[in-house]
Structure formats: C-alpha cells, structure tokens
C-alpha cells in the first residue's frame, strides 16, 4: 500500500534496520534499544507528577490510571535491571506506592498530599540508594498533560 510522503519516508526507516541485521544480531539489538534504568525513570517521573495533578484536581480515575502505570513503568524496568530491585521494594513498591493509591481510591486530598510527601522522600531515598543522591524529587510544579 502507497502512504503519503510522510508515512514514506517513516516506513523507510522503520522496523528495516532491524531485519536487515544477522538474525543473532536482532536480540541484542533489541535489548539495547531498550534502554536501562534512566529510561524506565524518565517515564516513572512523568507519571508521578501527572499523578499528582490527577489527585490535586480531584480527577481521581486519572490519577489511578497513573499510578497503576507507574508501577508498570517500574516493574518492567526491574526486569531490565534486576540489581536495583531490593531498593525498589524496600524503599518504594511495599510502603509508598501502595499508600498513595490507598489516598487515591479513598478520594481523600489531604491524605494523598500527605501520602505525596512520603513518597517523594521514598525516591529520593532510592536515589541515594542507588549513588544518584544528586536525583532529589520535590512536589510536581508542571502538568505536563492537557488533561481537564
Ligand atoms: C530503585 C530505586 C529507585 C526508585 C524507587 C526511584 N528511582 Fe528514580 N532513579 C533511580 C536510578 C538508579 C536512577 C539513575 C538511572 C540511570 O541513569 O541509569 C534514577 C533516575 C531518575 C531520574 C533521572 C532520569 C533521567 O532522565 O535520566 C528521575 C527524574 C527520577 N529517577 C525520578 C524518580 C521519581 C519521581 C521516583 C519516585 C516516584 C523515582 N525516581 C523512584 C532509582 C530509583
């Protein structure tokens, strides 16, 4: 099928460079387009402030849907990077997440606000876990989504 000019010149560079590798080059071509951790965290980060602005703005399904893909985010990439895993849990998956989602199906602000302080203490605190000490997370100052 003929696309337009754009989806031409996308196709070009699509799915191509990896079939044109040796098939035992592919795998790992993969994993390393996968990226590691700084990935995995930049979408843990986006997810948290929009879970902020969700609970903020009482839009509380939103703020549901992003914690319940932040934990997503975060489990993927302790698949990827399993060293970081003990920290991850000890310090986040068993206390803070599951706390704030409490506040969040409890539609209760000051709960979650206070929840929130909790948890970005709870990043922070992997961060210097894991020799990033310089990564500290404060309360979201920007949606990022145009979400009303
Ligand atoms: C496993 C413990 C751990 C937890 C929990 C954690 N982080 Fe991270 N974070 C890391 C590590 C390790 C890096 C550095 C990753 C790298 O560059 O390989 C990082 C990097 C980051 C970065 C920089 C990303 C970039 O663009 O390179 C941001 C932003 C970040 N984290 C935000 C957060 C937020 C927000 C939370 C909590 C909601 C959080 N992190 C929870 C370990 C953690």
Redesign the pocket.
């Known amino acids: 099928m003929r696309g337009t000019g754009i989806t031409r010149a996308c196709a070009s560079e699509g799915p191509g460079w990896l079939v044109a590798l040796k098939s035992d080059a592919r795998i790992p071509a993969i994993q390393r387009q996968l990226r ?7 979408e ?2 986006y ?3 929009e879970m902020y602005f969700g609970g903020v703005e009482g839009n509380w399904d939103y703020a549901a849907h992003m914690a319940m893909t ?1 934990e997503r985010a ?1 489990r993927l990439g ?1 698949e990827r ?1 399993p060293s ?2 003990p ?2 849990e000890n ?3 068993k206390g ?2 599951p706390q704030v989602v409490d506040a969040i199906q409890k539609k209760d602000a000051a709960l979650f606000k206070q929840r929130i302080e909790t ?2 203490a ?6 210097a ?4 000490a310089f ?1 500290r ?1 404060g309360v979201p100052t920007a949606k990022r989504n145009p979400v009303e």
């Open positions: 590691g951790f700084d990935t995995t965290m930049a843990v980060s997810r948290y402030g932040l975060l302790l990077s970081r895993k920290n991850a310090l986040f998956l803070p997440l948890m970005r709870a990043c922070t605190a992997c961060h876990a894991e020799n990033h990564i997370i």
